[in-house]
């Protein structure tokens, strides 16, 4: 069928084959890269305005990149950590440190691509004593 650029009812492609890719790891991380990139490019566009209102502080950690609006003190999409992989494990609590020392929870974005080379462990056992360490001390 002819992509004329118009809106196709749902009877007009009965019958047609559509190719639909198959999702594959490769595809995954490609796409979670994506948003990675657009995450990043969007939180850069706010620290760019004149004044930086939000306090927008960015630093990388490895693959990792973490986020932080100093101005907004909740966690939400402003601070948050996202590219986390397993080789960046040892820099989880240089992580979790550049928000405590400004006094702000964040969110971790984790690949789930990335994190499944052990299906049937539990995420403590991924990350033993450094994120039960964290939890325990800031969440209790």
């Not at 595809?27 to 706010?46: C, D, E, K, T």
């Not at 609590?93 to 405590?100: E, K, M």
């Not at 006094?103 to 403590?124: G, K, M, R, V, W």
Request: some cysteine; hydrophobic content about 35%.
């Amino acid at each position: 069928m002819e992509d004329t650029g118009r809106v196709h009812k749902s009877s007009e492609l009965e019958g047609q084959n559509m190719q639909i890719p198959v999702m594959t790891k490769q595809l995954a991380r490609r796409i979670q890269r994506v948003i990675n990139s657009s995450h990043l490019g969007g939180i850069s566009q706010v620290q760019q305005q004149p004044g930086n209102l939000y306090d927008i502080v960015i630093q990388h950690f490895g693959n990792a990149t973490a986020y932080m609006a100093r101005a907004i003190t909740f966690p939400g999409w402003w601070n948050r950590v996202i590219g986390l992989e397993m080789e960046d494990s040892g820099k989880l609590d240089d992580i979790l440190a550049f928000f405590r020392t400004h006094h702000l929870q964040c969110n971790i974005d984790l690949d789930p691509t990335e994190f499944t080379q052990l299906p049937t462990a539990p995420y403590s056992m991924v990350y033993p004593k450094r994120v039960n360490r964290h939890f325990q001390r800031e969440y209790r």
